[in-house]
T-cell receptor, first 120, second 116 residues
Framework: AQKVTQAQTEISVVEKEDVTLDCVYE???????LFWYKQPPSGELVFLIR??????QNEISGRYSWNFQKSTSSFNFTITASQVVDSAVYFC?????????????????FGQGTILTVHP | NAGVTQTPKFRILKIGQSMTLQCAQD?????MYWYRQDPGMGLKLIYY???????DKGEVPNGYNVSRSTTEDFPLRLELAAPSQTSVYFC???????????????FGAGSRLTVL
């Protein structure tokens, strides 16, 4: 069975600090996708990034960066120079394996979420 | 382009009552999903559908039913509401990307249900 663990329940930082959110996953699939979603106080879930299991290249997008390490089954998310608007719950998620034909049903297994609070 | 629309946003039910949470998407997505989010927990999949007329159970389907008569709509029915069904419910949809593999989910704004 697939499992996603976000060990950090809550993180509190002061604005401009860097913060890393940890995500560890378990799967027996050799092909899978990992996601990060953000849930701001308004409640909707916003897609941030998707990585596939074939591509361990780390990615940077503005103040956001992601570190995918297959050897340790981790997909960590770092916010550089945090801002108050980054305050939200962040979810890491894992998809099921690709089906024959190269698609999946997109069913996601979510971690418990990490509540990030950035103080001014 | 409204995306994924859920109604109602809030609802209070008495134990034993029934209700339907509505979900509609206007993106012509093949796949639709219902998740529930309990406090301090991640989202758990209740039911999903890969196209009109096709539905399947997720991780926590007990106490719920779904139907998918059209591509656009995917209502979630709660029969005999119980306090354990107090939660925030999210509907989501995704496109069946032929080559990209896993689909990125677009979520609705959520429906907060309280069963007393």
């Amino acid at each position: 069975a697939q499992k996603v663990t976000q060990a950090q329940t809550e993180i509190s930082v002061v604005e401009k600090e860097d913060v890393t959110l940890d995500c560890v996953y378990e799967t027996r699939d050799t092909t899978y996708y990992l996601f990060w979603y953000k849930q701001p106080p308004s409640g909707e879930l916003v897609f941030l990034i998707r990585r596939n299991s074939f591509d361990e290249q780390n990615e940077i997008s503005g103040r956001y960066s992601w570190n995918f390490q297959k050897s340790t089954s981790s997909f960590n998310f770092t916010i550089t120079a945090s801002q108050v608007v980054d305050s939200a719950v962040y979810f890491c998620a894992l998809s099921e394996a690709l089906l024959a034909g190269g698609t999946s049903y997109g069913k996601l297994t979510f971690g418990q979420g990490t509540i990030l609070t950035v103080h001014p | 382009n409204a995306g994924v629309t859920q109604t109602p946003k809030f609802r209070i039910l008495k134990i034993g009552q029934s209700m339907t949470l509505q979900c509609a998407q206007d993106m012509n997505h093949n796949y639709m999903y219902w998740y529930r989010q309990d406090p301090g927990m991640g989202l758990k999949l209740i039911y999903y559908s890969v196209g009109a007329g096709i539905t399947d159970k997720g991780e926590v389907p007990n106490g719920y039913n779904v139907s998918r008569s059209t591509t656009e709509d995917f209502p979630l029915r709660l029969e005999l509401a119980a306090p354990s069904q107090t939660s925030v419910y999210f509907c989501a949809s995704s496109w069946r990307g032929a080559l990209s593999g896993a689909n990125v989910l677009t979520f609705g704004a959520g429906s907060r249900l309280t069963v007393l």
